[in-house]
Structure formats: C-alpha cells, structure tokens
DNA sequence: TCTGGGGTCCTCGGGCAC
DNA sequence: TCTGGTGCCCGAGGACCC
C-alpha cells in the first residue's frame, strides 16, 4: 500500500492546498525519526488566548513601520499571505485581516507546554525552534508503539491538551522526516516507511529540500535540475560547478536517501546579537554610533546572563539601498562588557567608509572558542590532538593569556569525562 | 513591493605554523 | 635554508532557517 492516502493539489504552498496524509496505520517500517512542527504556530497561541479571533484572517507582525510578517493563519494565506512578506504588503492582499503584534511570552509558554509532551515520549528530542522538534522514537516502541502511533498520539495529546494543532512527519531521515511535515500541513500525518524513501524523494522539486533556498533553486533550474531525483542522474562535477563541491556532496547524499544527522538532545548557542531597522534611514554618524552603544549593552547583558564571554565582536550595517556590509574583529581580551563591546562596534563603524543613509545596524558578539566545541565533548583522541595543535597554533599567535584560559577551559572539563549527547540514547 | 530579527552554517582568500 | 603540503584561524559575505 502506498504511503499516500490522500491527495488534494501538489506541492505544499504553504496554506495546505497540497497537504498530503497517511492514515496512522499505514507502513511505517524504518520510519524511527520524527518531525512535529506546529501549524501557523503565532497564529494559533493567539486564537488559544482569544478564542474569538477561530476562524479569522490573522496576521502576526507590528502593524506599522517597516515590519513583516512572522505568521499568519491559513485563513489569511488564502490570500496569499506569507511569512516575512512585508505587513503593508499583506495588508493589501487581506485588508480584513486582523493584524496582531507578536507576543514572545505567550509563544515561549505555549512551546515549553508541547516540548513537556514530546519529552514525555521520548527522550530523544532535538528543539529545532519555537515550534518545532526532531524526536527518534526507535527507543520507544515497546512503551507507546509503532513510529505512526507514535506520531497519531502527539498529534492528539497537543490537540487536546494544549489546543493547538501539529503536523507530524515520520521517515528513516531528520531530512524525510521535516520534507513529510512540511507537506502533511496542516494538521496531518505524512508516514514514509524507509524502503519508499527513494521513490518519496524522486518527483519532488529540489525546492522542496531542506536547505535549499530560492538562490540554490535557482542554480539548480537553470541547469535543468528540477526534481531531486534529477539530482541523482547529473555528473557530479556538473553538480560541483552548480553548488560547490560541499554543497555538491550534501544534495547528493540528500537525494540518495542519505543522511547521518542524529537527534541531537543537546545545543550551545554560538553567538547572540541584537539589529535593529529604522523606520526612516539614518545619515548622521553620532546617531548610528549611539545606536550600536546600546545594542552592545543589551549584547553584553544576554552574555553576563548566560555567564560567558566573547571573543570575536561584529557589526552589521544595512544601507539605504539594501546592500549589507559586516566587519568583525577578535578580541586579545575576551569581554562581556558593554563598554568594551561597545568601543570595538563604534571602531569598526568609523573604519566603514561608506556614509550612505542607513537603515538598520547590529551588534553580534561569538561566543568565546574553546577550541573543542563549547561543552568540551571530546570523542576521542584525535579531537583532542586537533584542540593542542589549535591552541599551540594561537599560542604562537596571540600570545599565551586567551591561550591559557582556553586550554583551562579545555583541560578542567576533562578529557573523554563529558558524556556525548548520543550516549544518552536508548539502546 | 520593498524587504524584521534572531540565529547557523558555508565558502573563499589570506596569513600563518608546522 | 628553502619549499610544498596541510590545516588552522580570521574576516567578509552570503544562503538559509524560523
């Protein structure tokens, strides 16, 4: 039996005309790795907090200024609204919609309360956003079935106990698995049981790929590359020149089914940062250097916070025109002060030569490299000769303070006592 | 029609160390 | 002492994701 049930349209366009389902029995062999992902996630917490707004054209986004959306209910995409399309713009496509300013909090607590019922599954869960995870069940058949079951459960318990609506996709893949959801939108189950990975892959457009965005799309179609199964039969070289040879290899592996990612239950935050776009352009200097003073403060107060520190502080300026410079620099000192983020942001602002009107600046700060990966998971030996050739490298670099207090860092977790986050796995 | 804000990851060229 | 290969970091830019 096909893993399709039923069938209504093509491809998903993102207000569920090509939504396509499997019933909760249907073959899920090999299927261990899900992916749940919330419908019109925004839309839906603000319909749980007033429930008179079921059944109306929402938009999600600051009604004024230059904002976009960041949800909308599937009612407003029917005509045509779509995430970060400029409000003014979905205003005009749905002028009966109501357009609701984004509440965090709200989101924030309605995600820890479904994250709370994925954990209850399984332990196994990897938060991919606010409103979507990657769960591997393949540990948990004998407690609450098979991956369809599985997935039909979470599908109720979020409807039931917390009032929104989910879709669920389950396949062999993280990458199978997140393509299933997409298109099970909204409200459904997309089972693709592992021996029909392939054939599932073969007719979908590359655009459909996790990963591939509208310049890559691009790249591809004008090489005659339209379908992931066309994907498979180009030479690989012709492919290389399309993507690159990284690239190359990642969609190939994609297309043939391949994908070696696992549920990651643990995640490090690598950099924080804060940007802001005026609503009018911005000419004068002292304005755009009192801007990026105080975006450094609220960068340094998330990193005393999170208790670390930065070692690399960058700068975004947007111009007038959209185009967009960075600059970056390394500190000899790592900081989380916000005078001191703040000295180095005005300094890379002043190198900038260009003083055309600006319509947004920003504020980054990486957090401190370690050298081994921020938790210090070191797998085994050849990381950890990796991490000295690394710090004798920046030894003779930068000097031994930085040095020391990485191989500190290093040193004082313990080589081969941090536990991997695969080792918590079931067996 | 005019493009947010928060991130991650990749690529590429240059410089440097071994 | 010089050279080439390798691998790392840095910095800039870009693509992509939600």
């Known amino acids: 039996m096909s893993v399709v049930s039923a069938r209504m349209g ?3 366009r993102g207000d569920g005309s090509g939504r396509i389902v499997s019933a909760p029995d249907a073959d899920d062999t090999g299927a261990g790795i899900l992916h749940v992902d919330m419908d019109a996630f925004y839309a839906a917490v603000e ?28 009612e407003a995409r029917r005509y045509g609204v779509r995430s970060a399309m400029p409000v003014a713009q979905a205003i005009r496509l749905c002028p009966s919609a109501r357009v609701v300013p984004p509440d965090f909090t709200k989101y924030r607590a309605v995600s820890a309360q479904v994250m709370t019922i994925f954990e209850e599954v399984t332990p196994l869960v990897e938060p991919l956003s606010i409103d979507e ?5 393949r540990g948990v058949r004998r407690l609450w079935g098979s991956p369809g079951r599985i997935g039909a459960m979470i599908r109720h318990r979020v409807q039931h106990e917390v009032g929104i609506t989910c879709s669920v996709g389950a396949a062999a893949t993280k990458h199978v698995a997140k393509m299933a959801s997409t298109m099970a939108k909204p409200d459904g189950l997309l089972i693709v049981p592992e021996a029909e990975t392939l054939d599932f892959l073969a ?3 590359v655009r459909a790929m996790w990963g591939v ?13 339209r379908l992931i199964g066309d994907l498979r039969s180009i030479p690989f070289p012709a492919l290389e020149r399309a993507v690159g040879s990284a690239s190359a290899s990642r969609l190939r592996d994609l297309a043939d089914g391949r994908d070696p990612r696992s549920v990651e239950t643990t995640r490090v935050e690598k950099s924080v940062g804060h940007e802001e ?7 004068d200097p002292d304005v755009l250097r009192s801007e990026l003073l105080r975006l450094a403060d609220r960068v340094a107060g998330r990193l005393r916070r999170a208790d670390w520190e930065t070692s ?5 300026v947007r111009f007038a025109d959209f185009s967009t410079v960075t600059r970056s620099q390394t500190l000899s000192e790592p900081t989380s002060v916000g005078q001191r983020i703040g000295e180095v942001a005005r300094g890379l602002f002043d190198a900038i030569e260009r003083r055309d009107p600006v319509r947004l600046v920003g504020v980054r700060a990486e957090r401190l490299r370690d050298a081994g990966g921020a938790l210090g998971l070191w797998d085994d030996d050849a990381d950890w000769r990796r991490v000295e050739g690394a ?3 920046a030894q003779a670099r930068f000097g031994s303070g930085m040095v020391t207090r990485a191989r500190h860092l290093g040193a004082s977790r313990g080589r081969g006592s941090a536990p991997h986050p695969r080792a918590h796995g079931l067996d």
Do not use: N, Q
């Open 277 to 283: 776009t005026f609503e009018i352009d911005v000419v």
């Open 133 to 137: 995870a990657f769960l591997d069940v």
């Open 312 to 316: 690399t502080v960058s700068i975004k």
């Open 47 to 74: 319909v749980l907090h007033d429930p008179t707004l079921r059944g109306l054209p929402l938009i999600i986004g600051a009604p004024d200024g230059r904002s976009v959306v960041s949800s909308a209910s599937y």
């Open 213 to 225: 965005g509208p310049k890559t799309a691009e790249s591809l179609e004008a090489r005659g590359i």
């Open 391 to 393: 710090l004798d490298s």
């Open 10 to 12: 093509g491809m998903g």
């Open 203 to 205: 007719a979908k457009p």
